[in-house]
């Protein structure tokens, strides 16, 4: 028994939205009114994004989050809410599933909510922070028997572990010294991400007994740039694949609940039997995880 | 975290039965503490006040760990995860997940870093490349925060054992607060308390019929998610924290007896089965009160409290498993005995870890 996608909601900046948090909540509110779901049922909520307002660290994102929504602000005796962020790189959001697909089957929890978002921290004080401001939220709930996330695997290959950093620093930038964001891509980066995905891909289609031909949709993450061209080089994959990079470029941890969200609004989600979730991030990482809908 | 689970209130409320199929325990812990200290004498002769303070008294901390100048959170997580494995019956390539848990995520000085995840550095420091590995951050809850999603994969049978870590260089915090503390209602002030460590602990499943980990009631009390913020200092490297202490202390007092009699309720325990409580180690003030609180609702007085911040101070994520491995070092403790750790953190986190202390104390001790 997998857990089941309820709803997902998305969020860009807007006129009196500009920060991480900021759309996280849009993006969170929209996929519970889509869902039409009471926030105080959500018994879990992480949040997977990465680069926040203001770099903050404590307390976990997903609290402010967790009070903007509405979900169980204060202690009532009956229900609660537990929040904390997760991060992954650009698997974070997968992860955050796999972290509430568990509680669900566990029976722990009824609802759990995963919300990312990614926006320059401090405007002006980076350099080589190039992804575009985004979040997504995606609600999760117990699916029926053989159907919904029915296998997650996530793999590392270190020997490209310095291949894209992200670091905060003191240092001197435009003669003014400061703690400031430095990222730094390796060449070939995305070249190594899509290959490293392509043989993890085969280990995962061996370890559920699965051809490539049974893959009917693979939602991949949207970054780094040149990913999804790598990926689709290889035969058979360009049909699968769910590109936004179209209409938005370049989206980080919430680049998959754009990809789903568009297979979702098409009808290609629903009508896919099996369904893979692909995601690469620094390290690098690779995360699958393989959904199932009911025929 | 753990919902209703009425009709009306909860309508994909399971059917079948929650009970796991397995359980977890506590297979070793390590430590890792900075050499150098600092008294809180010396710290606050940096700190120029209106009108007369004593932070020692107010606080019961006496002094703290700080990392040198080539010591930071990798270093506090990465020894502090050897030390664990020394005492542990497991290799690093036995370790099937790793959770890092540290708010701070130093990294050669004072750099921060945001990717790769902090936990695929430390696993392969250690030698435990195919473990699955993510960071979490949960303030002060992390570690307890890291040990809840850890017992999850271990009960449901996915994992066998896996190690939580964190490792707290916080002190940046103190020395960037030193020359902004004017009066005692100055925000920074919490953080001067704060003091550096690294922690790790080994779950594993635990075999039939003996002790396990019983975590409850986990909740977030998010209206006051705005009573503590940290991050990167403005002007000066490392981090800043601005905290209303009072208000959470209030907050703290006036919850916590309802969300402590739930998780012991959910444990089919009473208050006065605890034997060993281990508080998060805020100040003395504040655990003498919360105490005397919980005394006054549950009509008896808990049998000891653990508090060691009078020589480490607050070390955030890492301050249970601080005390607990210091106890056990002591031999402070006998199988048997029921320990609750008990995670009050910004956000704001409540949370409860509830377990039957076993042969753990036979791998501690002055001759280990």
Not at chain 1, 142 to 151: N, P, Q, S, V, Y
Not at chain 2, 12 to 26: E, M, V, W
Not at chain 2, 82 to 89: G, M, W, Y
Not at chain 2, 122 to 145: Q, S, V, Y
Request: aromatic letters at 8%.
């Amino acid at each position: 028994m997998g857990s089941k996608i309820d709803a997902v909601g998305l969020s860009t900046p807007g006129f009196f939205r500009r920060g991480s948090v900021d759309m996280e909540i849009k993006a969170a509110k929209d996929c519970l009114k889509s869902a039409q779901l009471d926030p105080n049922l959500l018994g879990i909520l992480i949040n997977a994004g990465i680069y926040r307002d203001r770099h903050i660290a404590e307390p976990a994102i997903a609290t402010f989050i967790q009070r903007a929504i509405g979900a169980n602000e204060v202690f009532t005796g009956d229900r609660s809410t537990f929040s904390f962020d997760l991060t992954n790189g650009g698997c974070g959001m997968l992860t955050g599933m796999m972290v509430v697909d568990g509680f669900l089957q566990s029976g722990t929890i009824d609802h759990g909510m995963v919300v990312t978002a990614d926006t320059d921290p401090v405007p002006g004080e980076s350099q080589g922070y190039n992804y575009t401001p985004a979040a997504a939220a995606v609600l999760l709930s117990r699916g029926e028997d053989g159907a919904g996330f029915l296998h997650f695997k996530t793999e590392t290959e270190a020997r490209f572990i310095d291949d894209l950093q992200s670091r905060l620093g003191w240092m001197q930038h435009k003669r003014k010294m400061g703690n400031f964001l430095v990222m730094s891509q390796a060449e070939g980066y995305a070249k190594e991400c899509a290959q490293y995905a392509l043989e993890n891909l085969d280990a995962f289609l061996k370890d559920t007994s699965l051809k490539m031909k049974d893959i009917d949709l693979i939602i991949p993450s949207q970054s780094p740039p040149g990913f999804l061209e790598e990926l689709k080089k290889k035969k058979g994959m360009e049909e699968k694949l769910v590109d936004v990079t179209d209409k938005l470029e370049n989206v980080h941890t919430a680049g998959i609940g754009f990809a789903l969200a568009r297979a979702m609004s098409s009808g290609r989600f629903t009508a896919a039997k099996n369904c893979l979730f692909l995601t690469v991030g620094a390290g690098i990482t690779v995360s699958l995880a393989l959904y199932r809908n009911l025929q | 975290m753990k919902t209703e689970k009425t009709k009306e209130e909860s309508p994909s409320a399971p059917s079948t039965s929650s009970s796991p199929p397995f359980a977890s325990r506590f297979e070793s812990i390590g430590v890792k503490v900075p050499e150098q200290r600092l008294s809180t004498k010396d710290l606050m002769s940096g700190v120029k006040m209106w009108g007369k303070f004593d932070l020692e008294r107010l606080t019961g901390i006496k002094e703290r760990r700080v990392c040198s100048e080539t010591e930071d959170s990798y270093d506090l997580s990465l020894n502090a995860a050897l030390d664990c494995l020394k005492h542990s019956r497991y290799q690093a390539e036995d370790l099937e997940m790793i959770i890092c848990c540290s708010i701070t995520k130093y990294k050669d000085g004072m750099t921060y870093v945001w990717e790769p995840p902090f936990s695929l550095y430390i696993k392969e420091a250690i030698g435990a490349p195919r473990a699955l590995n993510f960071d979490i951050a949960n303030a002060c809850a992390g570690m307890l925060t890291g040990v809840l999603i850890m017992n999850d994969f271990i009960c449901r049978g996915v994992i066998k054992r896996g190690m939580v870590i964190s490792g707290e260089s916080l002190t940046s915090a103190s020395r960037n607060a030193v020359p902004r503390v004017k009066t005692i209602l100055s925000g920074q002030l919490a953080s001067l308390t704060v003091g550096d460590c690294g922690a790790a602990v080994i779950l594993e499943r635990s075999a039939e019929g003996k002790a396990k980990l019983e975590i409850s009631n986990f909740v977030t009390l998010s209206k006051y998610s705005d009573l503590c913020i940290g991050g990167p200092c403005r002007n000066a490297p490392g981090a800043q924290m601005t905290t209303d202490a009072r208000k959470i202390h209030q907050v703290a007092i006036a919850n916590m007896p309802f969300i402590t009699e739930k998780a012991l309720k959910e444990s089919d325990l009473g208050y006065g089965d605890i034997d060993h409580i281990v508080p998060h180690q805020t100040s003395m003030r504040a655990i003498h009160s919360g105490d005397k609180r919980l005394g006054h609702y549950f009509g008896v007085r808990a049998k000891n409290i653990i508090v060691n911040l009078q020589e480490y101070g607050n070390t955030a994520s890492t301050s249970h498993f601080l005390a607990l491995y210091r106890h056990l070092n002591e031999k402070r403790f006998k199988p048997g005995e029921k320990m609750m750790l008990m995670a009050l953190a910004s956000g704001l986190t409540v949370g409860f870890v509830i377990f039957t202390m076993d042969d753990l104390v036979d791998r501690y001790g002055i001759e280990n």
